[in-house]
């Protein structure tokens, strides 16, 4: 295996190892900030989601975008690029 396919692996292990200490089903704009140490910031994801880009699956509780953690996690692995 190749030093990018390692790189690629190890950020999704990552991320799904994020998502298995997460408490909760669900994560909120901010709540993904967080969870992504600021790596994509609420702004940014509001962003996505008005072009369609982002994660599937969310939706509205009261005024708030709630977002699956399980689709967040398979989203934000599928997004995974290499320097």
Avoid: C
Wanted: hydrophobic residues 35%; positive net charge; aromatic residues 8%.
């Amino acid at each position: 295996m190749n030093n990018t396919a390692e790189q690629v692996k190890a950020a999704r292990d990552a991320i799904q190892e994020a998502a298995d200490r997460w408490q909760g089903d669900f994560l909120t704009r901010p709540d993904v900030e967080k969870f992504t140490g600021g790596a994509l910031g609420v702004g940014h994801l509001a962003n996505m989601d008005s072009e369609g880009r982002g994660p599937e699956g969310a939706f509205y509780l009261g005024r708030k975008i709630v977002y699956p953690k399980n689709q967040l996690s398979r989203w934000l692995q599928s997004r995974i690029g290499v320097k």
